[in-house]
C-alpha cells in the first residue's frame, strides 16, 4: 500500500512539472533554449531568433514590459550567460530593427569580464554590423575593427573553426565596408587577409561559404579599376562554389552581378534570366529572389528604353514581349513584397512601374506610380534618419561603454602586476626565511657538535684523572719503593706488592683499551661488523682471560649450538667490561661466583650474567642505560662503554639487582 502511494505522488509530481512547463511564459521558454544552445553561429539558432522576432517586434507589449520580463529572467544568471542572452535578442531583432537590436548589446556589454575578449569580439562585431544596416559606415568600421582587435587577443585553438570564421566574417565585413567608401587599397588589404586565413583552414562549410563573399569582393574591387574581365573571372569561380554548395540566394547574386559587370547585352539578359529561373524555384521568398525580380525587370525595361541603341545586336524579341514580360515580372514581385514587408523594395517596385506605364504610354498610371515611389521613399528615408539619430544618442552611451571597459581592463592587469609584485616579494620573503632558518638550523647543528666535542673533552679527562691515574699510581710506588728502599722488603711483603702491581697494570691496560674503543665509538660513521658467531667459542675466549682469577668461581652455561649474528669485538669488549666489575665487586664476597648464561627464547639469543656479591640499586647502574650520566666520575668508563657499544649492535640491557643477594645483568639481542 505504501509503495502504492508513492508511486501516485510522483505521478502527480511530473504532472505538476509538466504543467509548470506548458504555463511557462513564453519569453523565458526562448530564452531556455537560448541557453541550452550556447552557439550563436549555430544552424539551430535560426528557429530560436525567428520566435524571439515574433516574441519583440509582432507583440504589443511595449518595450518597457519586455524589458523588465527579460530583466527578470536574468536576475539569477551568471554574468556569460546574461551577455550571452543579450547577444542573441540582438541577433534575433537587429536585421529589422537595428536601433532596438543596439539596446540589447548595451545591456550585455555590462556583463563581459575584462578577461573576455571573445564575448567582446561578439558584441562588437554585432555593433558594426548594425551600423552598416542604419548606413552608418565610419562607425561600423570603428566597430568592426575593435572588434578584429579583440579577436586577435584571444588565444586561438587551430582547430576552432567557429572563430576562425567568426575572424574570417569580421574581415570581409571591413573589406566591404572600405570599398562603399572607395578606399580600394584597404578593401584589397582585408579581403587578402581573410583568403589568407581560407588557406589555413579550408575544409569547413562555413568557411567555404565566406569564400563566396571573399571572390564576389575581389571581383568589385577588379570592376572598379576597370577590369570587368577579371571581375568576370572572380564571379564564375564565385558560381561554381555557390552550386557546389548548393546555395542558390548567392548564385542569383552573383548571376546578378555577372549580367551588371558583362558589356554584351544579350549575354546580360541570359545572366538576369538565368538568376529568376533560380529565384522561382525557391519556396519561400526572399530578398535575393526579388532582387532578381526586379533586376530582371529593370535590364527589359532600359533594353526598351535604349532600342535604337541595342537592336543592332540581334535581339530574340521585339519591344512589346519585353514590356509584357516586365509587367509579368512587377505583378509576380509585388505578391512577394506583401509576403517579406519590405518597404525598399515595394518602392523600387513603384519606380520600375512608374518607368513601364510611361513606356507604354499610359502617363497617367506612371504619374500615380511615382507618386507613391517618392511618398515611400520619404517614409522611408525619414525612418532611416530617424534611426540614425537613435543610433546616434547611443553613440555617446556606446563610447562611455568602451572606455569604462578599457578602464576595468586597465584595472585588471594593475591588479595582476600588483598580484604578481606581491608573489614575487612573498617568495623572496619564503626565500630569505628559509635561508635564515636553514642557517640557523646548521649554526644550531655546529653548536651542538661543539657542545658535544667538548663533553667528550671533559670526560675525556674526567678519565684520565679518576681511571687511569689510581692503577698507574700504584705502580709507581711500588716501582719508586723497590727502586729506594728494597731492603726493607721481605720476601712475603715484596710478592704482595708484586701481585698488586700486576693487578695496577692490568687495570691500567683494560682501562686503556676500554678508552681506545670507547673514543673509536665516538667517531662518525663508525659502524659494527657483523658475523655469524658460536657462542660457545665466545665463551672459550672469554674464560681465557678470566682463568688466573683463583678467588672467584665463574660458570659459562650455553647450549654448544647456539649461535649470534653480531660483532664480536663489541660483544666481548661488553662481556669483559661486565665481567671485570662482577670480579671488583666479589673481592670481600665469601664462595664468590660468577654464571654466564646463554639461551635462545623466542628465536631471540639472552646473554646475562650473575653474581652472588652485595648487589646495589638502580642509581648505581644508571649508567647503563642514562645517556646523560658523565663518564669516569662514579661508575668509571666500564658502564658507559657497555651502554654504547650494547646500543650499536641492538642489545638491550636490563638490570636486575638485590642488595645482599646479588645483580643480573641481561644482554637481550634484538636481532633474530
Known sequence: MIIKKI???????????????????????????????????????????????????????????????????????????????????????????????????????????????????????????????????VLALKNSLKALDYIKQYKLDKQDYKVQYIRRLLTTNIAQLYLEQKNVPLAIKYNNESILLNRKQPNEYGLKFLRIIEINLAAEIAHIQGNNALAKN?????????????????????????????????????????????????????????????????????????WAEFSGFGTKYNKNYYLLQAEQLLEATSNDIKIINSKKDL?????????????????????????????????????????????????????????????????????????????IVLVLVCVIVIALFYQNRLRKKKNNELDKANRLKVQFFNILNHDLRSPLGELIQFLLLQQEAPDLLDQETKKRFEALSIQSARRLLSSMEDLLLWGKAQIENFKPNYEN???????????DIFENKNKVDIVWLTDGG????????????????????????????????????????????????????PGGTDEQFKALYDEKEAVGIKNGLGLHLVRDMAKAIEFEIIVKTIQGAGTTIILKSNKI
Open 347 to 423: 518602392a523600387e517596385t513603384y519606380l520600375l512601374y512608374s518607368q513601364l506605364k510611361e513606356l507604354q504610354q499610359n502617363y497617367a498610371e506612371a504619374f500615380s506610380y511615382s507618386k507613391k515611389y517618392h511618398q515611400l521613399y520619404d517614409s522611408i528615408y525619414s525612418q532611416e534618419n530617424k534611426n540614425k539619430l537613435a543610433a546616434l544618442q547611443n553613440i555617446s552611451e556606446i563610447e562611455s561603454r568602451d572606455r569604462q571597459i578599457e578602464l576595468n581592463q586597465y584595472n585588471v592587469k594593475a591588479k595582476e602586476r600588483q598580484f604578481l609584485y606581491l608573489t
Open 7 to 137: 508511486f501516485l505522488f510522483f505521478i502527480l509530481l511530473a504532472v505538476v512539472f509538466k504543467l509548470n512547463a506548458q504555463n511557462k511564459p513564453v519569453l523565458d521558454s526562448l530564452l531556455d533554449q537560448v541557453l541550452v544552445q550556447k552557439d550563436i553561429y549555430s544552424k539551430t539558432k535560426t528557429n530560436i531568433s525567428n520566435g524571439l522576432r515574433t516574441y519583440l517586434i509582432d507583440n504589443k507589449k511595449s518595450k518597457n514590459t519586455i524589458k523588465h520580463n527579460i530583466q527578470n529572467y536574468v536576475k539569477h544568471r551568471d554574468s556569460t550567460q546574461i551577455a550571452y542572452v543579450y547577444l542573441i535578442l540582438n541577433y534575433s531583432v537587429s536585421n529589422f530593427d537595428p536601433v532596438y537590436g543596439q539596446e540589447f548589446l548595451l545591456e550585455g556589454l555590462r556583463y563581459i569580464s575584462p578577461k573576455n575578449k571573445k564575448g567582446f569580439v561578439d558584441f562588437y562585431g554585432n555593433i558594426g554590423a548594425d551600423y552598416a544596416m542604419m548606413g552608418m559606415d
Open 562 to 613: 647456539l649461535s649470534l649474528f653480531t660483532d664480536i669485538n663489541y660483544l666481548k669488549t661488553i662481556m669483559r667490561n661486565l665481567t671485570a666489575n662482577a670480579f671488583k665487586v666479589l673481592e670481600n664476597t665469601e664462595n664468590a661466583q660468577i654464571t654466564w648464561r646463554a639461551q635462545q627464547i623466542e628465536g631471540k639469543i639472552i646473554l646475562s650474567i650473575t653474581d652472588n656479591g
Open 533 to 543: 658467531i658460536y657462542i660457545k667459542e665466545l665463551f672459550e675466549d672469554m674464560n
Open 234 to 306: 572572380y564571379l564564375l569561380q564565385s558560381l561554381s562554389i555557390c552550386r557546389k554548395l548548393g546555395e542558390p540566394e548567392r548564385e542569383i547574386e552573383v548571376l546578378i552581378k555577372l549580367g551588371n559587370y558583362d558589356t554584351d547585352y544579350n549575354k546580360k539578359i541570359d545572366y538576369h534570366e538565368e538568376a529568376y529561373k533560380i529565384a522561382k524555384s525557391i519556396k519561400y521568398p526572399n530578398t535575393y529572389s526579388i532582387s532578381s525580380y526586379l533586376k530582371l525587370t529593370d535590364t527589359y525595361l532600359t533594353l526598351v528604353k535604349n
